[in-house]
C-alpha cells in the first residue's frame, strides 16, 4: 500500500486522544483504530471530512503517499 495514514502524528499535534476523536467523529474506536494503524482499505470521504473538521486539518496531513512503502508490499 503506497498510501500512509498519519493520524497519529496529527492527534499528538492536537493533543488529542483517539478515543475523543471516535466520539466527535462518531465512529467506533476500532474503526478509528483500525484507520490509524492502515489496516484499511477504503475512506468514506464524509468519513475523511469529519475527521478533518474535528482535527481542523486538511487531508493531505492525514493522507500520505509514499513509493518506497508500495514497494515493499
Request: proline share 1%; net charge negative; glycine share 4%.
Amino acid at each position: 500500500m503506497g498510501i500512509i495514514v498519519r493520524l497519529d502524528r496529527v492527534l499528538a499535534d492536537r493533543k488529542m486522544q483517539l478515543s475523543e476523536l471516535a466520539s466527535a467523529v462518531d465512529i467506533s474506536m476500532a474503526n478509528l483504530s483500525n484507520l490509524k494503524t492502515g489496516k484499511v482499505k477504503a475512506i468514506r470521504f464524509s468519513t475523511l471530512e469529519r475527521i478533518c473538521e474535528v482535527l481542523e486539518c486538511q487531508p493531505g496531513e492525514l493522507l500520505e503517499y509514499s513509493e518506497t512503502e508500495k514497494e515493499n508490499n
